[in-house]
């Protein structure tokens, strides 16, 4: 079954869609074709920004601003889950209610699952792809979860917003370093001090960011030259995993 076909296949089975995005980049993990369908068919879509502990207070607020009425929650820290379930209630009908659980990969829906339900009835993993088909998990009499496939659009293949989201880790990049420069440049507009604070160094540019790193963590090539391949690896995994962080004030 293709991505179309799993798509509409969802929309028709919910009666309200959850469509979480990244934190960290919410409005690159929008899907447009999802969203669109939605509309089309009449069903009640929201938002869900999930891995806010991921991201700074003035982002958070910045994105509320231009994506009123998404729900800011962090499954891994349970914080936003009552407010999701709030939100959750004023959408759901008198009868039985289908929500399907939507998203790119390696976006925390199997962990919105869980934190819903109150307990793990849904497979998670940090790994992508990791969910391989649809799974119904049933949080009351009243409401029924559907956990989707994280399937990337066919007709995407910017690495860099893959990369971005999560979607892929670096090692199934097929332009690892060409990516790590492009995922350089994106970090140094929006995580420039967390990446001074990781790794020590500033750049004018991805390119020149991706070899002082590989000069900080000694990844050279022959007659020292920086292996920016390596550096590449080192960046997008770190981003991924959420090491960029800001030093906390002692």
Do not use: W
Request: hydrophobic content about 40%.
């Amino acid at each position: 079954m293709n991505y179309s076909e799993i798509v509409k296949n969802l929309v028709k089975e919910a009666d309200i869609i959850i469509e979480v995005l990244d934190a960290r980049f919410p409005q690159k993990s929008i899907n447009i074709h999802l969203e669109r369908l939605v509309e089309e068919k009449g069903k009640k879509l929201l938002r869900v920004i999930n891995k806010s502990d991921l991201t700074s207070l003035n982002t958070m607020k910045k994105e509320k601003s231009m994506l009123p009425g998404s729900i800011f929650v962090s499954a891994k820290n349970r914080k936003g889950i009552m407010r999701l379930k709030e939100a959750l209630g004023k959408l759901s009908g008198s009868g039985e209610t289908k929500i399907a659980v939507v998203g790119y990969p390696n976006t925390g829906k199997s962990s919105i699952i869980n934190a819903l339900a109150g307990r793990k009835s849904a497979r998670t993993s940090p790994t992508a792809g990791f969910t391989r088909g649809v799974q119904f998990v049933r949080i009351n009499k009243q409401t029924m979860l559907i956990d989707s496939p994280g399937v990337i659009p066919f007709n995407e293949h910017d690495e860099t917003l893959i990369a971005l989201l999560c979607a892929k880790n670096a090692q199934q990049l097929k332009n690892l370093e060409e990516t790590g420069i492009d995922v350089a440049d994106v970090l140094l507009e929006t995580k420039k001090e967390e990446i001074l604070d990781t790794y020590g160094v500033t750049a004018k540019d991805g390119e020149e960011l991706l070899e002082k790193i590989a000069f900080a963590r000694k990844k050279l090539r022959k007659h020292g030259a920086p292996d920016t391949n390596a550096a590449a690896m080192i960046l997008i995994t770190d981003f991924q995993r959420g090491v960029l962080r800001r030093k906390q004030n002692t």
